[in-house]
């Protein structure tokens, strides 16, 4: 299975991007779907995660301007951002794992700046 993010780009402060994330197989039995950042010179970091069950888990520094949503088998995952600020800038990835494997999209670039 392979996961392509899209929809990223670059935006004003205060915008907003919705990123999906595409699957070219099936995905079966995930126990959660996420999505995580790396910004120039940090760690790679969660950003919100969903799980089977439908539990969400958000960062501090964006709780309230992003959600996750799940999509459909094509498009198994989805993150709407709004309010976007600077230190959002960042390479977002799509993560989704099940008990045996663990998948990674290669990231798309989102930029906030004026």
Known sequence: VQLVESGGGLVQPGGSLRL????????????????YRQAPGKQRELVARITSGDWTVYADSVKGRFTIARGNAENPVYLQMNSLKPEDTAVYFCNIWGTGWDYWGQGTQVTVSS
């Open 20 to 35: 999906s994330c595409a699957a070219s197989g099936s995905i079966f039995s995930f126990n959660a779907m996420g999505w």
